[in-house]
């Protein structure tokens, strides 16, 4: 957090309409620099899709063999 508000470039910008937060607890907490106060805040969340594993294949992370097989969660056109 200190690092992001000490750049520049990272720090809560009215203009850009960007900031960042924290989560605590059952709490977030938007941080402004004081020069903005959110209304309406919109929180966008990006998760890590689920690895696709096949029978007999090994995963190149790993380099263990799969022994299950887990189907891609993205509809086929996005693959």
Do not use: H
Not at 47 to 52: A, D, E, L, S, V
């Amino acid at each position: 957090m200190d690092e992001l508000l000490r750049d520049k470039n990272k720090q809560p910008s009215f203009d850009w309409a960007e900031t960042f937060c924290t989560f605590e607890g059952n709490k977030i907490q938007i941080y402004t620099n004081g020069l903005f106060t959110p209304v309406n805040a919109q929180l966008t969340y990006y998760r890590q899709p689920i690895k696709i594993q096949m029978t007999g294949v090994v995963d190149p992370y790993t380099g263990v063999a799969s022994t299950v097989d887990v189907e891609c969660e993205f509809k086929d056109d996005l693959i």
